[in-house]
Nanobody
Framework: QVQLVESGGGLVQAGASLRLFCAASGRAFSTYAMGWFRQAPGQEREFVSAISRSGFIMYYADSVNGRFTISRDNAKNTVYLQMNSLKPEDTAVYYC????????????????WGQGTQVTVSS
């Protein structure tokens, strides 16, 4: 099993940057593909980005491609989401998730979830 704790969220203006962190504890971090999802009020949780166990394969939602960058440091048991050029529509609770298999864009394929961190982008 793995426990996930997100941090790094906050309130920023449009055009600003934020870096989210997801710290993992428990079983070997490098055996898990990691994903970031987000959920805005009244909306379903949606895929943002995912990274393979090795860190060599990354996936992005079309809405964030070119603005967000996912990365991981297996020595530090941490996955990151660098968010640049933030827009008001990026406002949501951002969740980190782990999957004991290949990286996936599908929410239901992830086994473990963090509690989320709020990102609010003002116009």
């Amino acid at each position: 099993q793995v426990q996930l704790v997100e941090s790094g969220g906050g309130l920023v203006q449009a055009g600003a940057s934020l870096r989210l962190f997801c710290a993992a504890s428990g079983r070997a971090f490098s055996t898990y593909a990691m994903g970031w999802f987000r959920q805005a009020p009244g909306q379903e949780r949606e895929f943002v980005s995912a990274i393979s166990r090795s860190g060599f394969i990354m996936y992005y939602a079309d809405s964030v491609n070119g603005r967000f960058t996912i990365s991981r440091d297996n020595a530090k048991n941490t996955v990151y989401l660098q968010m640049n050029s933030l827009k008001p529509e990026d406002t949501a609770v951002y969740y980190c998730a782990a999957r004991a298999s290949e990286a996936s864009r599908l929410r239901y394929e992830y086994d473990y979830w963090g509690q989320g961190t709020q990102v609010t982008v003002s116009s």
